[in-house]
């Protein structure tokens, strides 16, 4: 399989997961439930036998930032399921697609990482855009609003989730780390679902299609395509073109639920895109693949 192609099938996959999402019929904390839970029991085999040994080297403070980092990925899903039951999936996927932006606060204040000129000006742009689309669902009125705040509030917590793997992925393979973490997630989901009275079951035949397609497609397929294409094309290439899952999600909502996108959330959606591609370009690599092209 050519890489690109990969890669083409990897961004429609994880597209496909606000769709999943509309498509089932019950409440956020369940979908997000049985999404991790089929996970871990998809993955549990692999990880049985050949990565079981690891568990013994996982110090009590990697167990904790484990645990921190399920906690983040289960209320993320919650409140980005939850969004799209009040906003449009274009709007919903352009404002959790703002991570990097959340990233490079937490980078500074954990890691003291540099924050450059570049990084300011992109997350102006992206800010800019994301005013611009939350200001057109404002004037469309009803509950568009609070469906954005929440998938912001979402991409928040992704951008943790995502900063507590980088401190710990370091000493543990990427299938002893995901798979332990959806598993806390998967147990903080239905601690949720507990205290919220929401219903493990029974649910419709198409809903358990989903919970598992999510499982599959999105969590499973989409990121190990990703990861099998890491091999052969730059993680640059990869991250530009998992910031076009908003594009693929929009289209399918359009052809699924005939989502129509207003001006401003185009314009803004746009924006926010061009803002975090030139915040993940890599300057230098660019620089001298296109002096590699001209003096071919």
């Not at 399921?81 to 990097?100: D, G, I, R």
């Not at 939350?134 to 009803?142: F, I, M, N």
């Not at 001006?263 to 690599?285: A, H, M, N, P, W």
Request: aromatic share 16%.
């Amino acid at each position: 399989m050519h890489p690109y192609f990969a890669i083409i099938i990897g961004v429609l996959s994880v597209a496909a997961s606000a769709i999943f999402v509309k498509l089932a019929s019950a409440e956020a904390g369940a979908i997000a439930f049985y999404r991790m839970f089929f996970s871990v029991l998809l993955m549990l085999p692999l990880f049985w036998i050949k990565h079981r040994q690891e568990l013994r080297l996982i110090n009590w403070k990697q167990w904790g930032i484990m645990t921190l980092s399920g906690i983040f990925l289960a209320f993320h899903f919650i409140l980005w399921f939850e969004s799209l039951n009040y906003t449009s999936v274009a709007s919903s996927t352009v404002l959790v697609t703002l991570q990097p932006l959340f990233a490079i606060v937490g980078t500074y204040v954990l890691f003291k990482e540099k924050i450059t000129a570049k990084t300011i000006i992109a997350a102006c742009i992206a800010i800019f855009g994301s005013v611009l689309l939350a200001w057109g669902d404002v004037q469309l009125g009803g509950t568009a609003l609070f469906g954005d705040l929440l998938a912001l509030f979402a991409c928040a917590l992704i951008s943790f989730y995502m900063l507590c793997g980088q401190s710990v992925r370091q000493n543990i393979s990427s299938t002893t780390y995901t798979i332990n973490v959806y598993a806390i997630s998967t147990v903080v989901l239905a601690i949720y679902m507990l205290g919220k009275g929401e219903s493990f079951g029974p649910y419709p035949a198409m809903d358990w299609l989903w919970f598992l397609l999510l499982a599959i497609v999105p969590n499973l397929l989409g990121h190990n395509l990703f990861n099998w294409a890491l091999k052969y094309v730059s993680a640059n290439a990869i991250s530009i073109a998992i910031l076009f899952e908003p594009v693929g999600a929009s289209i399918l909502a359009y052809f699924i639920f005939s989502e129509y996108l207003h001006s401003s959330q185009i314009i803004g959606g746009i924006i926010v895109l061009v803002g975090i591609i030139f915040y993940t370009i890599d300057e230098k690599k660019m620089k001298k693949y296109f002096r590699k092209t001209i003096d071919e």
